[in-house]
């Protein structure tokens, strides 16, 4: 996809490697199996844009939510944010960007303290950022005013265990707006949380995003999810990007044949309807040994003598529209 010309973040080749040992004869030898978790990921997010990462369990999305906030380092590349690398960040510059970068956590019952009062774990940032504690009620009054928990009393001196799922991802959502971030990366943000409550919380982070012009990334495997959030969407297969697009292109006219597999999983709402078997067989191969050339090959019902020997590259398919398939995708 042709990168934005006001790109907040950049990534450039960016590669994670995870050295693991399957027996202790290899650890002897110095033998490290690698488990290749990305491999080769470049893409620029435009600021104030809402972009999906999506993908079966084991693409490498979580890995790159995490190298995208500086949680872990890159094996090779590099990751830009605002035009500062993120591997040169230390002291204040590193803080500063942690100020600016903030993450969404899956789990809102393990994303808290069960020690701390609500309060004070929404506070915690301000504490770690050096804010002047002063500040600190303002500050957390605010953030629960834009998680529409507006009876901030109720909460202050309350832990986690007296809250329902829907009130603590409101205030882990609190807690990552707290310092006015500019770039948020949500996790599978309502994956635990109830039916009943998904949508409000959908909703919310929908609002809060336009209200406060973030940058957002939103980590999913649910097409029907990011459909409702995100104007632009990234599909990963075991540790690359297959295809890259507008959302709604994306959903309405998938190109790649595991973009395809993953549009026809979404439940359709119409029980008389019927859709054909999911076009791909089998699992997510092994990924310290993936398959040469295209990695989908094994499972893809398309593939061809090519596909085991060239890796197809990302090339363009439409307006701002990249696919990686030796396929001509009509």
Known sequence: MAAPVNALVELRGVAKHFPVARSLGEVVRGQHPAVRALDGVSFDIGAGDALAIVGESGCGKTTLGRLLLKLVEP???TIAFD???LAGLSGEALK???RQAQLVFQN????????FTIYRAVAEPLLNAGIDKSEHADRVAEAFRRVHLPDLER???RYPHQLSGGQLQRVVLARALVLTPRFLVADEPVSMLDVSVRAGILSLMREIREEMGLTAVYISHDLALVRYLCERTVVMYLGTIVEDGPTLEIVRRPRHPYTRALVAAVPVPDADQSRAPLPI???VPDARDP???CRFRDRCPHAFARCATETPPLRAVGEGHTV????DLA
């Open 108 to 115: 809102p019952f393990d994303a808290l303290n069960p020690r």
């Open 83 to 85: 035009g500062a690398a």
């Open 291 to 293: 398959p040469s050339g």
């Open 324 to 327: 990686a398939c030796h396929l």
């Open 155 to 157: 909460y202050l001196d």
């Open 281 to 283: 067989i089998g699992s």
């Open 96 to 98: 500063a960007f942690r």
């Open 75 to 77: 094996t090779a590349g």
